[in-house]
């Protein structure tokens, strides 16, 4: 059973920097598509960033360039760098594999004053 534990959120200014990790339990990390979500109160779950086994990215367009998404297949941990934050960006973050069916982590807070 594959679990995933985020760690990193917290509470930043805006223009502040916060890095997120997401560490995968199990052993199909490293050939399982990673992604990021976050969930702002009374919004849906959005995409954020998503990294294929092969390492294409890709983002929304409310974080390019300021966010990155990267992946240590070695360590079964996949970072979030996020830079330039928002108060936008405020929101719970949740880690996703996909690999038939898909895992969500328990997420972690994200809080950004302005």
């Known amino acids: 059973q594959v679990q995933l534990v985020e760690s990193g959120g917290g509470l930043v200014q805006a223009g502040g920097s916060l890095r997120l990790s997401c560490a995968a339990s199990?052993?199909?990390?490293?050939?399982?598509?990673m992604g990021w979500y976050r969930q702002a109160p009374g919004k849906e779950r959005e995409l954020v960033a998503a990294?294929?086994?092969?390492?294409?990215?890709n983002y929304a367009d409310s974080v390019k360039g300021r966010f990155t998404i990267s992946r240590d297949n070695a360590k079964n941990t996949m970072y979030l760098q996020m830079n330039s934050l928002k108060p936008e960006d405020t929101a719970v973050y949740y880690c996703?594999?996909?690999?038939?069916?898909?895992?969500w982590g328990q997420g972690t807070q994200v809080t950004v004053s302005s």
């Open positions: 996703n594999l996909r690999f038939v069916g898909s895992i």
């Open positions: 199990g052993g199909i990390f490293s050939i399982a598509t």
């Open positions: 990294i294929t086994k092969e390492g294409t990215s």
